[in-house]
């Protein structure tokens, strides 16, 4: 799987929490419910200062390495943090250097399997922030353009 080496400026994003697993399917269930509730309920448009109409997917406080559980975001980047209330926050993504893949593809079925090449890989990852970009550049839900950001040791 191809990928190249970026250096990424800090990054907020705010959005909805969920502290998962990805132990027996568990952060399938989690993300995909947390996905769905940052739009059926209406929270996506009512993030403020968003900088643009990306989506963001963002994996943080790992509690060791892709094994153990971390916390999933749903949400998007914004100009500042705010702290909306108690289940829709910011976080900040640190700069720093990252490993970029671009995939095409479905949203569920192609990031899945390339998170599944990721954990596979010998990258010397941070498990800091990484996060999915979804571009959001195509109406056919078969053909999104997704950047997968990996936090790697300076």
Known sequence: M???????????V???????????????QDI???WKKLFADGIYENIPNKVNGKTIGLYTEYEG????????????????K???????ESIIIPKGKYAKFVIIGDVQNSVGKSWQEI????LK??????????????????????????????
Not at 82 to 87: D, G, L, N, R, T
Not at 126 to 151: G, L, V
Request: aromatic letters at 10%; glycine letters at 4%.
């Open 82 to 88: 705010v702290q909306i209330s108690e289940e829709i």
């Open 32 to 34: 995909g419910k947390t």
């Open 65 to 80: 390495d892709y094994t153990k559980p971390y916390t999933f975001i749903a949400g998007a980047e914004v100009s500042t």
């Open 14 to 28: 705010t959005g909805i929490r969920i502290k998962t697993t990805n132990q027996d399917g568990k952060a399938m």
């Open 119 to 122: 954990w596979n890989m010998n």
């Open 125 to 154: 990852r941070k498990y800091t922030c990484d996060f999915e970009e979804y571009q959001n550049n195509s109406e056919d839900m078969q053909k999104q353009e997704i950047h997968i950001y990996i936090a790697l040791d300076e």
């Open 2 to 12: 191809k990928y190249e080496i970026v250096k990424l400026e800090e990054k907020v």
